[in-house]
């Protein structure tokens, strides 16, 4: 039987975070915290001094998968320390690195998050940094704080924030919102109520990083009509994330409820990362609702050999065409390139069993491979790929 491989697909990542090039070398312990989703300081801080074979403390098997990715990559020991020296090395022309990398996998462009790092980074100079084409997406978080600081009236913010949507989405190269509700009040999202709203307000004037609830649900309903009217999607970060996510809100099934109502039937809603680890729910949502669709990003690629597993998962329930491929990479290129060749490899292993059982034919599993690595992304958001 004829193989399938993904290593000559392109790829589109709809989800990743700009990082700066790299001016300084990085150490075996500050490469390693960069690999972590910890955003705890005290994580990482000595690699200390290890028997042979003995994992780094704290590192897990994304870690050790990239890490033995790196070394084949760079043909060196497969000890962090060769590693780091090895890419080092590489990366002091940080650009032409990048776009190894990027080129190693067929990497043509990504969504990004400019609302992490702060202070926002250049798209532009990502763009020439990478090689890649890049899409913007506004964080509305990001507009509420800096609009809450300026002691408006309620009425008068309120306005100043929905202004502020409408400009941003008319950008060619900004294909939607995106809110992360889900690591302030949950997704539980209720109806719009202005007076509490009002109220709750004051709270966030005060503190960008307050719960008011009631605020931040008027607010997300705001964003929502903003993505229809302008007809661009509205990202909603759902499942885990960094260590400030409201764990317990952040199942994307508290979200169905206000994705079903007839106002937002037409509205184009991506549900970033996919809800994992509530990626049965997520699937069930975009088999469901028409305009609604998800991205494998984050459990791709940090849950390591889980990729594959989660792969089969979501395709459990999801329609081929509602699923994209994506890594929210966030500080060092090797993130986007592993995380590119990780989905390449678990899918591959995943298609191929389909075409064993015969499920379906060779061309046809290679089309659904290319349909979640670039095709879906072209589709949907309008874009030649
Ligand atoms: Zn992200």
């Known amino acids: 039987m004829k193989k399938l491989s993904l290593s000559d697909v392109k790829v589109v990542d709809v989800h990743a975070h700009p990082y700066v ?15 972590s989703l ?7 801080t000595d690699v200390g001094d290890l028997e042979e074979n003995q994992p780094y403390p704290g590192s897990n098997m994304w870690v050790q998968i990239l890490l033995r990715n790196m070394s084949k990559y760079l043909s060196c ?23 190894e990398l990027f080129q190693d996998v067929n990497l043509e462009g990504l969504i990004m998050d400019f609302g992490y790092p702060q202070p926002p980074l250049d798209r532009k100079e990502y763009e020439v940094m990478s090689g890649s084409r890049v899409w913007e997406i506004v ?6 704080t800096s609009l809450g600081s300026k002691g408006l009236h309620f ?11 409408t400009e941003a989405l008319k950008k060619k190269e900004v294909v939607g919102l995106k809110t992360i ?3 302030r009040s949950g997704l539980e999202v209720f109806e719009m109520n202005k007076e509490d709203a009002e109220r709750e307000y004051e709270d966030f004037s005060k503190n960008g990083r307050a719960v008011a609830k009631a605020f931040r649900d008027y607010c ?17 970060h759902t499942g885990i994330g960094d260590g400030e996510v409201v764990l317990p809100k952040a199942s994307p099934s508290f ?22 680890p509530w990626v049965e729910e997520a699937a069930f949502i975009v088999s469901i609702l028409p305009n609604v669709y998800l991205d494998i990003s984050l459990q791709n690629p940090f849950t390591g050999h889980g990729v594959e597993r989660i792969i089969s998962q979501v395709l459990e329930l999801a329609p081929f065409d509602k699923v994209m491929y994506g890594s929210d990479a966030f500080t060092v290129p090797e993130m986007n390139w592993m995380g590119a060749k990780l989905f390449k490899e678990s899918f591959e292993r995943v298609l191929n069993t389909w075409i064993e059982k015969d499920y379906m034919s060779y061309e046809k599993a290679k089309y659904i491979g290319e349909m979640i690595l670039y095709r879906n992304f072209g589709k949907t958001y309008g874009v030649k790929i």
Do not use: W
Request: glycine residues 2%.
């Open 255 to 276: 979200l169905l409820d206000t994705l079903r109502q007839e106002k937002y039937k037409d509205t184009k809603v991506h549900l970033v990362h996919g809800g994992y």
């Open 155 to 165: 009425e008068e913010f309120i306005e100043q924030y929905r202004s502020q949507l």
């Open 139 to 144: 964080r509305i978080e990001q507009v509420l």
């Open 181 to 183: 509700i889900a690591y």
């Open 77 to 99: 020991e497969e000890d962090l320390v060769s590693i780091v020296e090895a890419r080092n090395e590489k990366a002091k022309d940080f650009s032409k690195y990048t776009k």
């Open 220 to 236: 997300f309903h705001i964003a929502m009509e903003e993505c229809t009217t302008a007809n661009k999607f509205m990202h909603i």
């Open 38 to 44: 910890s955003v705890i300081p005290d994580m990482f």
């Open 21 to 35: 090039a790299g001016e300084e070398e990085e150490t075996p312990a500050s490469f390693l915290r960069k690999l």
